[in-house]
């Protein structure tokens, strides 16, 4: 079974080339709606084209009262875009990590069961 963490957190996405749909830079803000140890599901601005190469994902949070910054590198693997409620389209793309160091994925997997102990009804 693959853990990962149902929740809103929000992150910075860059890329080294224009990487979003319409040639718009995809530095931007992004939220993480879920988040795995290979993997997350982010909501972005604006649509992320999925052939367009790696992002960097960089993400602050604290686990167990300790300060913990990430800077992640990724490949988008898929893309979608939704009509949300208030009228606004939501752009999601899934991606994978990649060339994690142990300490990342350390922390990442620290997170996850930290917030599957605390929040059991978060995760999935």
Not at 30 to 53: C, F, P, R, Y
Not at 81 to 108: I, M, S, W, Y
Request: proline letters at 6%; a negative charge; one cysteine or more.
């Amino acid at each position: 079974m693959v853990a990962y963490y149902k929740a809103l957190v929000f992150c910075q996405i860059s890329a080294n080339s224009c990487n979003l749909a319409h040639g718009t830079s995809p530095d931007g803000a992004a939220s993480i709606v879920n988040i795995g140890t290979n993997g997350a599901l982010l909501e972005t601005v604006a649509l992320v084209d999925k052939d367009a190469g790696p992002i960097r994902i960089a993400v602050s949070f604290e686990l167990y009262g300790v300060p913990v910054s990430l800077d992640l590198s990724a490949e988008v693997r898929a893309a979608k875009t939704e009509p949300a409620a208030d009228g606004f389209p939501r752009h999601q793309c899934g991606v994978e990590f990649k060339d994690l160091q142990p300490n990342d994925r350390l922390a990442l997997g620290s997170l996850l069961w930290f917030q599957m102990h605390e929040h059991p009804d978060h995760a999935a």
